[in-house]
């Protein structure tokens, strides 16, 4: 006999993941798009908000749901998030964040050293944070 429950529970888990998925890639892309923007300011001109704190914030959000969708899609095919998966996401995250601020002098941008340390640490916090969120709610799941 066939169980419905079982059978639209991990059909809802597929979707639930792929749609994570999409999610990630389409803000991935997103980002990839706005840094790489022609610059809107003169040469050696500065943005007029806190530009650091905008790529930590970008680079967390990445992070954080580059975590969720990991997670989501693992849940989908029974697997758990273990730290290592974070450390990868992480390890990808900062790399991906030098290619960023190495590419951008090609479209008129400037390279900073400073970009990428608030995306590194961005990152770092979006990981740890989603990480713990995930640990969390998997262990209230089973109290």
Known sequence: MHDRTT???ASEKATASW????????????????TH?????????????PDKLVHFTAYGGLA???????????????????A??????????VAYGLLDEFTQPLTG???EWLDWAADTGGAACGTLLAFYWRLRRKNRKYS
């Open 7 to 9: 059978s639209s529970t």
């Open 19 to 34: 749609q994570a998925l999409a999610c990630l890639v389409l803000y991935w892309l997103a980002l990839c798009l706005a």
């Open 37 to 49: 923007w022609r610059n809107p300011w003169p040469p050696g001109g500065t943005p007029s908000y």
């Open 64 to 82: 954080g749901l580059a975590v969720y969708a990991l997670g989501k899609w693992l849940s989908s095919r029974g697997r758990s998030l273990a």
């Open 84 to 93: 290592w998966h974070a450390a990868a996401i992480l390890a990808t995250i």
């Open 109 to 111: 941008r400037d390279f």
